[in-house]
């Protein structure tokens, strides 16, 4: 295993560190916590999100002025404990409550549910938005249900410019489950991701293999065979995303997301495939946005998210400036 780290148990917190003392200017850590919050909290609903570490920049990231609230990160690809979300959203209560968006993993769910029963004791109201875009499989290691992957990062960007503009919790809430609702994600994987602690990938494919649908812990996919050019595997993607909408949708955005490993040259070639694709659909693009955003620590492959914009279209809020480290 070759990383640049010091002690592997001792990675989240000085990866925490390295965040706010290089961008103090935007945000800081909550004393005697694993959260990252915005500087100079504004009148308007909180959002709270995070997860396990290893998805940088997801979660804090995206921390700022115009996303979210503040971001609690756990373990490498371990959910953060109740108590920690519970200070996460102490802190970005302005008495208008709290959204807490969540990746739909076993753990996630039960401690952010956990974490809104606290919060509720303090009377701070609070809502939860489920994200489970990953259509490649219906249930895998860690979840019940669809995993919730890199469309949640949109999910963040639209919610986020809402609240600034004075949405309320109630408005939230039902604007992210309909967002969930249209956004829709699948991985591929070239090679596994290696956990500090563990020092070893966590899986094995073959220098002239790939593996359809791998999560972002590392979870099982839904096909593996020899690698393909960039425009088969755009096709692959493109066309099993649009078989999961009831409806073809009129007109899309797209999310081209590393996981960690993948060089922007090679995000751009597929980004060029996947564009040729929806323009031979007659599918317009109104969004498009390319590079890491939802990794996998140091995972090579990338993902694919379409969001439906054939009843509302969201390019206005995801277009909006905002003032984060990585959006």
Do not use: C
Request: charged content about 25%.
């Amino acid at each position: 295993m070759k990383k640049i780290i010091n002690d592997p148990s001792m990675i989240v917190e000085e990866m925490l560190a390295g965040i706010v003392g290089s961008y103090p200017e935007l945000v800081h850590q909550v004393a005697d916590s694993r959260v990252i919050a915005k500087n100079n909290q504004k009148e308007q609903v909180g959002l709270v999100s995070g997860g396990g570490s290893g998805h940088e920049p997801a979660h804090a990231g995206f921390v700022g002025d115009g996303m979210l609230s503040a971001a609690v990160l756990g373990d490498v690809f371990t959910s953060p404990t109740p108590d920690q979300i519970l200070t996460a959203i102490q802190d970005s209560d302005q008495g208008q409550g709290v959204l807490l968006i969540v990746k739909n993993y076993t753990g996630d769910i039960l401690n952010f549910e956990m974490a809104k029963d606290m919060a509720e004791m303090e009377e701070i109201t609070t809502e939860i938005v489920v994200v489970d875009d990953d259509i490649a499989v219906e249930n895998s290691t860690y979840t019940a249900g669809k995993r919730g992957v890199a469309g949640t990062v949109l999910v963040h960007k639209i919610l986020g410019a809402a609240a600034r503009n004075g949405a309320s919790l109630s408005e939230l809430k039902t604007l992210g489950d309909a967002l969930v609702a249209s956004i829709k994600t699948i991985g591929v994987a070239l090679k596994a991701a290696t956990v500090p602690e563990v020092g070893k990938p966590g899986f094995d494919l073959a220098d002239d293999e790939i593996e359809y649908g791998v999560g972002i812990h590392g979870e099982p996919g839904y096909r593996r065979e020899k690698l393909k050019p960039s425009r088969e595997l755009a096709k692959e993607l493109v066309e099993k995303i649009l078989a999961d909408y009831e409806k073809t949708p009129e007109k899309v955005g797209v999310l081209i997301n590393g996981m960690g490993g993948t060089p922007q040259m090679e995000l751009f070639v597929f980004a060029n495939d996947v564009a040729k694709l929806l323009a031979e659909k007659d599918i317009p693009v109104s969004f498009h946005k390319v590079g890491n955003f939802m990794t996998s620590i140091d995972m090579q492959g990338l993902s694919l998210t379409l969001i439906d914009f054939s009843e509302t279209d969201h390019t206005d809020a995801l277009n909006e400036a905002v003032t984060t480290i990585a959006w």
